[in-house]
Nanobody, 117 residues
Framework: AQLIQSGGGLVQPGGSLRLSCLVS???????????MGWYRQAPGKERELVAR???????EYADSVQGRFTISRDTDKNMVYLQMNSLKPEDTAVYYC?????????WGQGTQVTVSS
């Protein structure tokens, strides 16, 4: 599988962004069982889980983004999204898409999100 990310950029505090991740090289049935996640890594910090969605549709979020971020997946398009609202300066980081199941663990190329006035 190859994960190709898009979106991100510079936004003012309180603004919104949407990240997208295309999972290529796999069938829709394979994609549907992946646990898809978004992680982020800020300078000088460890990579952390932001949000995750299972094949069942069950989601989980980091406490710091609960209520502000929404993860979703489109199994027809092999896509996963992260809608980020009410962004804060502390959300600034490089965001990575991740796909995981028993076959392996795959990462996107990363995309910078900067929240600043």
């Amino acid at each position: 599988a190859q994960l190709i990310q898009s979106g991100g950029g510079l936004v003012q505090p309180g603004g919104s962004l949407r990240l997208s991740c295309l999972v290529s090289g796999v069938s829709g049935s394979t994609f549907s069982v992946y646990i898809m996640g978004w992680y982020r890594q800020a300078p000088g910090k460890e990579r952390e889980l932001v949000a995750r969605v299972r094949g069942s549709g069950a989601t989980e979020y980091a406490d710091s983004v609960q209520g502000r971020f929404t993860i979703s997946r489109d199994t027809d398009k092999n896509m996963v999204y992260l809608q980020m609202n009410s962004l804060k300066p502390e959300d600034t980081a490089v965001y990575y898409c991740n796909a995981d199941d028993y076959r392996g663990n795959y990462w996107g190329q990363g995309t910078q999100v900067t929240v600043s006035s």
